[in-house]
């Protein structure tokens, strides 16, 4: 299991890094810490495993558990966090994802195609819970990703925060 000061130092390191997502991963560790025990989900993880650090570090603090999905391996982050009771990391493509459990936190952040977020937006419909919370990253540097994700909220009553900084995030919080 990875220590939680490891975890501090690579957040701090990410955030205040150039990485594209680097100025929302305070916002993301900081959601998990307003919801305590969450059940977390991300489609897109890379190598560089930057969100995964911000969430899971969350979840070492108030408790969580975060399920990652990426088609690649990702071995950089495995072996970063090795065999951890708080975080289940899945190789596949996120379109295929299935799951009993439901979720309370979701990150979309996998390939950047209208197809490909339509897709999960699909997945999302069956396995997100009422009054969750998903974040769409990269809306402002792959516009098209927005037409898929303006179809998924219409099928919901939801409420939408659109923050155009550096690649832009989308977080919509489902109230149905
Ligand atoms: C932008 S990176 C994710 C960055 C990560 N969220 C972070 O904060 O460091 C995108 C990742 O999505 C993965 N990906 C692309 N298409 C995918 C698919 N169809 N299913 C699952 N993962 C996919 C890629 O392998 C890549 O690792």
């Keep these: 299991m990875v220590e939680i000061e490891k975890l501090k130092e690579r957040l701090k390191e990410k955030s205040e890094s150039d990485d594209d997502i680097g100025n929302f991963l305070e ?3 900081k959601i998990v810490l307003e919801n305590p025990k969450s059940e977390i989900l991300e489609f897109g993880v890379s ?3 930057s969100s995964t650090t911000a969430f899971l570090l969350g979840c070492h603090e108030v408790g969580g558990h975060l399920t990652s999905v990426d088609k690649r391996s990702c071995d950089n982050i495995n072996k970063i966090v090795g065999d951890d009771n708080h975080w289940t990391f899945l190789k596949m493509d996120s379109k295929q994802f ?5 979720f309370d936190i979701c990150l979309i952040d996998s390939e950047h195609s209208y197809e490909q977020v339509k897709a999960e937006c699909n997945v999302l419909d069956k ?3 009422k009054r969750s ?3 769409f990253h990269d809306t402002t540097m792959m516009p098209q990703i927005t037409k898929a994700i303006n179809e998924f909220m ?3 009553n939801c409420f939408t925060s659109k923050l155009k900084e550096k ?3 989308w977080a919509v919080e489902l109230d149905d």
């Design 27 to 29: 916002m993301l560790y």
């Design 47 to 49: 190598d560089r495993g």
């Design 98 to 102: 299935t799951s009993k459990k439901k």
């Design 127 to 129: 396995v997100m819970k």
């Design 133 to 135: 919370i998903i974040f």
């Design 154 to 156: 219409k099928r919901h």
């Design 167 to 169: 690649n832009g995030m």
